[in-house]
Structures are given as C-alpha cells and as structure tokens.
C-alpha cells in the first residue's frame, strides 16, 4: 500500500455504519469493514508515507503481560512493511509481536524464532498483537524464550493493519514472516544473531513452509536455519500420495471467501452466502473463529444450507492457496503431526510429507499417538527444540523419508498433554 492508501483506509473505517468496501480489483488493496478491518488504535493507522522497501520496521510499542509469557524480559507491539502478493497494491504495513528473552544475551545475540500462528479469524481484533496470543501459543513462546531464543511473530498481512488478511495464502504469509525477521534483526541490532529460525503451526504450517520455500528469492538477506512445521496444512497436487484434501467447513470456507481466495471477477461472497448463513459471515468480518463458531452453533448454520450452491462447489471455485508444487526446499524441515488430529487428519499431512521428500528436502517426520491437532505443538516443542540447536550446532539432520509410510485414520486423544481437546 503506497502513499495515501493508509488515510484512504481509514476513511473506509469511518464508513463502517454503512458497511462499505472497495471492490477486489488487481492494484488495488480492497479495504473496509466488508473485509474485516477495524479500527483497533492509533498503532495500526500509518498515516505517513511507507518506505518503499519490505521488511522496514515503523514503530513498536510495549505489549501488555501475559500471564502465559514470563520469561519475556521485553515485550513489544511492532508495526513493519511487507509486500502485497495478492493484489500487487505494494507496501503494506503488517503488525505483530517481539519478545527478547530474560537475561543476558549470548555473545553475538539471541537465535532468532519466527512464529507463525494457526487459524483466528480474519477481522482486524482476531490479531494476536492486539487482542494477545491464546494460551496455547503463548505457552509455545514461552518455551522458545526459556530456551534461549528471541521471538518475533507476525499478524500476518491484513490481520490488524488494512485490507483482507490473506488466509492461507502461503505465499502473501511468507512474506509477512520473512519481513518480520528483517525488521526485528534491523531494529534490534547486536541483541539478536544473524541465525533464524521458522515454525508454525495449522495456517502457520503453510505461513513457515512458504516462508522457506521463498526465502532464498524473496528474503536472501535472512539467515535461516531450519523450519518446523506441525498440524500441516500445505497440499501438493503432484505428489506422489493422494491425500483428502477438502476442508468440507462452513468456517473455512468463509475465512477463504474473504481472505483473497475467491478470483478477482468472481461472485460477490454475499451473493454466495445464503440467508441462512448471512450471521456467520457477518461474525467473519466482525469477531473470530470461537463466535463463529458460537453463530453456527445457536442459528443451526450448516455445510448444507449456507451456501446457495453445494459447499464442495463453492470450495472448488475458490483459488487453491495452500497447494504447492514439489521443490527442494533450501532448509532442513522438521514435520510433526498429531495422530489424534480431527482437523487436518494424519493421512492429509502425510501427503505433504510424502511430496516434500519426493521434492528432495530435508525432511523430518515426527508423529505423535494421541496428540490432536491442538495438542499436536506442544508435544513436538521438545523435537523442535533439538531440532533447533542441531543447527545451531552446524549438525545436518537425518532425513527418516526412507521409512515413511501412510498413517491410519486419526486415533483417540490421550489424557495427558496440554491443550489436547
């Protein structure tokens, strides 16, 4: 977003009563409460002109505690350029959050852990910058913090500042991830080392493989590691596994609708939605996934009637952001998948992990008996964690895609990890 479009966007805002949006036209960064923006507080407007390059940090702010992040010794709010991939209107500015850990630095300055959160919602409060990171997530950080490592986590473009957030768009989350490390190493300069890391989890999964899948192109200048990725949510069409790739939800499925994946030229989403559904999309644009949730729930909104076509038609309209082709990815990866998980389910994950060794990556892939897809991150924290100093240590993993094979349907949850439901 250039010059000007960041007070055109808070003009949109002042227009919420009337509920108006500009239209998604290529070079143009829709904008307005039809698209989830809200005003949150001054730290999200830029009104100046943006820098013409991605990954400049804007300004940083004090974040209020949480109690699930103590081992942060600063906490900050930032604000940062990144470059709009999926209506090529230019720089935009993206939020987030940065924490540096307790203590004395190591010489040469803390490791450098980019997170990457998993599905919130797509209005403007959803981001976790604002509203803070959910328990589990915050207790994810925490443990990167108690380890040595300094983390910086993207809203992800949309999510907080102007426009769409551009929901699973892997490619467009990539980028906000890349730019995240560019301004945290800038604005911190000698407290945080040139050696970085990625890890994400669901949406984040794709935000981290996309992020490393782009690095060397879009990001040369980030010296990345190794990438971990857990609850996967990536597909790949060649690959040499059939996976179940249909998301079959009506809270996807409208998250994808407003996030950028409908064709520019294509129907309107409320000429999409049926009467029915109507409340579910107004709580797309205007709360998160919890009251999304909570609308389906109390209005008896289902796959069946919230749409005026069949949902697997609707879905089949849609751009298909999370497919990727097989490369070589330019970084060791870690995959972890809970095989308890009901939401991305083992084999589905499995086909990403197929189609990435198939591509020649490095690749590690741990499952977790048991684990949900919630509870699938903390129990890979420990694996990530070695994962991590094997690099730091200049240690090349082994890759165990010789011993692969499909998993069963998800099994039952065990008692026992944290946020297993």
Not at 33 to 48: A, R
Not at 102 to 131: F, I
Not at 386 to 411: E, H, M, V, W
């Amino acid at each position: 977003m250039r010059r000007g479009q960041a007070s055109i966007w808070a003009a949109a805002l002042a227009l919420a009563a009337l509920q108006i949006a500009s239209p998604l036209r290529a070079e143009t960064l829709p904008v307005g409460p039809l698209v989830g923006d809200q005003m949150l507080s001054p730290f999200y407007v830029w009104s100046k002109d943006l820098p013409s390059r991605a990954g400049v940090m804007l300004r940083e702010e004090p974040m209020p505690a949480q109690p699930e992040i103590s081992h942060a010794a600063t906490a900050s709010r930032i604000l940062y350029t990144s470059d709009d991939v999926r209506w090529h209107s230019g720089i935009v500015p993206v939020s987030g959050t940065l924490y540096l850990p307790k203590g004395d630095s190591p010489p040469g300055g803390w490791p450098l852990v980019a997170w990457a959160h998993g599905t919130l919602g797509v209005s403007d409060r959803c981001a976790p910058s604002w509203t803070g990171h959910k328990p589990r997530d915050a207790t994810y950080i925490d443990r990167w913090l108690a380890s040595g490592f300094a983390v910086v986590a993207t809203d992800y473009q949309g999510l907080g500042g102007p426009g769409p957030h551009t929901y699973l768009n892997w490619e467009a989350e990539g980028r906000s991830v890349l730019d995240a490390v560019r301004a945290a190493l800038s604005s911190q300069s000698g407290k945080l080392a040139q050696k970085v890391f990625v890890t994400g989890q669901s949406q984040g999964s794709g935000a981290a493989l996309g992020a490393t899948r782009i690095a060397p192109s879009y990001a040369p200048d980030v010296p990345l590691l190794a990438t971990v990725a857990t609850g996967v949510v990536s597909t790949f069409p060649d690959g040499p596994y059939k996976a179940p790739l249909r998301i079959e939800s009506p809270i996807y499925i409208s998250l994808l609708m407003l996030g950028g994946a409908l064709p520019d030229g294509a129907p309107s989403v409320d000429s999409l939605v049926s009467d029915k559904g109507k409340p579910i999309l107004t709580a797309a644009r205007e709360a998160c996934t919890g009251e999304m949730r909570a609308v389906a729930h109390k209005d008896g909104i289902t796959a069946d009637n919230v749409y005026v076509e069949p949902m697997a038609k609707v879905e089949a309209s849609l751009t298909p952001v999370t497919n990727m082709s097989m490369v070589r990815l330019p970084v060791p990866v870690l995959l972890g998948t809970g095989l308890a998980d009901r939401t991305l389910v083992p084999r589905r994950q499995y086909g990403a992990v197929a189609a990435l060794c198939a591509g020649g990556s490095d690749v590690v892939w741990k499952t977790y008996p048991g684990a949900t897809h919630n509870g699938g991150l903390n129990a890979a924290f420990p694996d990530a964690l070695a994962f991590f100093r094997d690099a730091l240590a200049g240690n090349k993993p082994q890759s165990n895609c010789g011993a692969i094979s499909a998993p069963d349907a998800p099994g039952k949850a065990a008692e026992g990890i944290p946020f297993n439901d």
